[in-house]
């Protein structure tokens, strides 16, 4: 047995020897290059050949599988270089023999075949095939065949596998390398196997995609400091937002939503992160401003310029005036605020020094003046934590923004999955029910009758998971919901209690 891969622009083909071709094309035409192996059958064991492989996991489009089988030297090889353009692939050395008409009706559903004469009557021409050229070829053959290629290159659908999951030349590579490496060991192929392993490669590269798009777009889009924790929340947002698009675009088989529960915790570390270059920086911008705005008032303390009566007026003028052009400076970030705090918080026992020395205030007045100054501060610091009580709501509220998006993502997902799968339900129901029709008019009445319990068992199946894979996605969509509680948000105080409430009233909204 044999395999081979030609590949030139978007189209690729597979000759798998023996007596069975397999083709793979993308859909741009039939001018191929020079074939090589793909799976290789060196003293009766099967390896794959990782050129092939590398060619394929390059090929991130979807692609077509054609398959072609028939007895050894029935124009197999021939078909096969038509659709690559070519005439000339290789004689494998290993028979096949034709699989049975019950298997071929209970393995390919939907199916076209395609009826050849022989390719030439003459035996020496017939035993050299991929060397005779088109001109020695029966004319009868040659129109068959060219009917065929328009065909696969004109209504050749896309490889698809159960719910939906398109085939690409990446997953085929890795499904590939999986059915030869089970094949090796002993072990019975089993597409379910194959598709399990192709998911946990597939969901843990969509999950690097996704995560690294976030941190690039918001590396991009961020200008440090933000004006707010708003502007940068926002931007949040909307790269979360196409980040899980991504995710959602290129995972499937994602069973449990581990691999999205992964996505949600990477994310809000990244989130985090972010949050926090936000704040350094704008601490950084503020101290250097209050640096350059309270110069001459540093250097006029250490002259003792306040030291003299009426000294504490002069100061406190001072000090008005550094306030006024600090909040006049632009984007001094989120930590603005709490960086002024704390300059009067540091400024606080030097007035007080000077107020008590000032002796042109009487006890009074410095009673007066210092209560003011206190109750100054006191209402700073309210302003302060007014501040944070709003970011923490804005906090809160991203996060209810990164579970309803999560949902809502993955629900449009499921259900997109739900309908692929009773599509596909009722395709086999009608295959079967043709099948059973054939049969009968074929004078196959007993194996038309042994088809009803099969034919019911599809239909009760159809039946139930119209309804069960409602609950499902129901239940799917709590259990993220719950995870992604757990990943993002405190599990205690205010904010987490008000985000249980908020998705508690987003999953009745969504049953509805």
């Known amino acids: 047995m044999g395999a081979w891969i030609t590949e030139a622009g978007n189209v ?8 069975s071709r397999l083709a793979v094309a993308m859909e741009s035409g039939p001018n191929m290059l020079t074939p090589i192996c793909l799976v290789e059958n060196i003293n009766e064991q099967l390896s794959v050949n990782q050129q092939a492989i590398q060619i394929l996991d390059q090929i991130s489009q979807p692609v077509v599988v054609v398959a072609i089988v028939g007895l050894y030297r029935t124009g197999k ?51 050299n095939i991929e060397k005779v050229s088109e001109k020695q070829l029966d004319p009868k053959f040659q129109e068959q065949t060219n009917i065929f290629c328009s065909y696969v290159f004109t209504h050749a659908r896309t490889k698809t596998l159960k719910e939906g999951i398109i085939i690409t030349g990446n997953r085929l590579g890795t499904l590939v390398v999986t059915y030869v490496d089970t094949i090796n060991s002993g072990a019975v192929p089993c597409l379910e196997n194959a598709v399990t392993t192709l998911a946990q490669r597939e969901n843990s590269a969509a999950v690097q995609k996704a995560a690294d798009y976030y941190k690039q777009q918001m590396t991009q889009q961020v200008k440090f400091p933000t004006d707010t924790l708003q502007e940068l929340l926002d931007v949040h947002a909307a790269c979360e937002r196409e980040a899980i698009a991504i995710f959602m675009e290129h995972s499937f088989k994602d069973e449990n939503q581990e691999f999205q529960k992964m996505l949600v915790k990477s994310i809000a570390s ?18 250097a401003k209050l640096n350059e705005l309270s110069k001459a008032l540093m ?78 501060v006191a209402e700073k610091e309210q302003e302060l ?84 894979n409602r609950s499902w996605i129901a239940r799917t969509l709590d259990s993220l919901g719950s995870a992604i509680i757990s990943a993002v948000v405190p599990a205690d105080g205010k904010i987490f209690d008000l985000v249980v409430k908020g998705v508690g009233s987003l999953f009745k909204n969504k049953s509805k």
């Open 12 to 19: 690729i083909l597979f000759l798998l020897g023996g007596s």
């Open 77 to 127: 090889s021939y078909l096969m270089n038509r659709l690559a353009g070519k005439n000339n692939g290789r004689n494998p050395r290993v028979q096949m023999s034709n699989l049975p008409r019950e298997c071929i009706r209970h393995f390919f559903p939907r199916r076209k075949c395609f009826v050849f004469d022989r390719p030439t009557n003459d035996k020496d021409l017939l035993a």
């Open 270 to 287: 990244k989130k985090e992160d972010f949050l926090l270059q936000n704040e350094e920086s704008s601490v950084q911008y503020c101290q």
């Open 299 to 376: 250097e006029s303390i250490s002259a003792g310029s306040f030291s003299v009566p009426g000294g504490h007026k002069l100061y406190t003028d001072e000090k008005e005036k550094i306030e006024q052009n600090y909040w006049q400076v632009p984007r001094k970030g989120v930590k603005a605020r709490e960086v002024f705090q704390i300059f009067l918080q540091s400024q606080a026992a030097i007035e007080t020094s000077i107020l008590q020395a000032d002796k042109a205030l009487t006890d009074r007045e410095k009673a007066v003046a210092a209560e003011r100054a206190k109750k100054e």
């Open 385 to 468: 934590l007014k501040q944070q009580l709003q970011e923490q709501k804005q906090q809160m509220e991203a996060q209810e923004k990164t579970l309803k998006e999560n949902i809502a993502q993955l629900k449009e997902k499921l259900e997109k999955e739900r309908e692929e799968i009773l599509k596909e339900q009722n395709m086999m129901l009608e295959h079967k029910l043709q099948t059973q029709k054939n049969l009968l008019e074929e004078g196959f009445k007993k194996k038309s009758e042994e088809m009803n319990a099969e034919i019911n068992q599809l239909k009760n199946k159809i039946d139930t998971a119209k309804t069960d």
